[in-house]
């Protein structure tokens, strides 16, 4: 099993890698908004987004943090492949990171997908 995780800077990518993660039987992920450090240089280091900031246009450099389990090579392959195709040239500057680490255990997954043919 694996984590996997890819930060990004754009909105529109991660919502159409969400859509498609369940034709490649990626049985879930979470995504929370994020900064990264370049960001946080200015000296602004807030501790929560209030309401007053988000509808005051909030930061640009908000970046969404996606991570996932993936319980087989072949269905971690597709995922990155998935998001690589996405997102376009990752080693561009303000495009995004993506890495995997390896898990031993695992509890609370979903089930697999109906019709994926793995077991659960």
Known sequence: MYALVAVLAD???????LR???LIDVRG?????????????????????????VL????????????SVIMTPETLEKAKRLILDVVGNIEERDTGIMF???LAEVYGLAPA??????QA
């Open 29 to 53: 992920a979470t995504v929370i908004e994020s900064r990264g450090i370049g960001s946080l240089a200015d000296g602004d280091v807030p501790m929560f987004t209030n309401l007053t900031r």
């Open 20 to 22: 498609e993660f369940p």
């Open 113 to 118: 997908m109906p019709g994926s043919g793995e």
């Open 56 to 67: 005051a246009g909030g930061s640009s450099a908000v970046r969404y943090t996606l991570f």
């Open 100 to 102: 995997v680490v390896p």
């Open 11 to 17: 909105e529109e990518k991660v919502r159409r890698i």
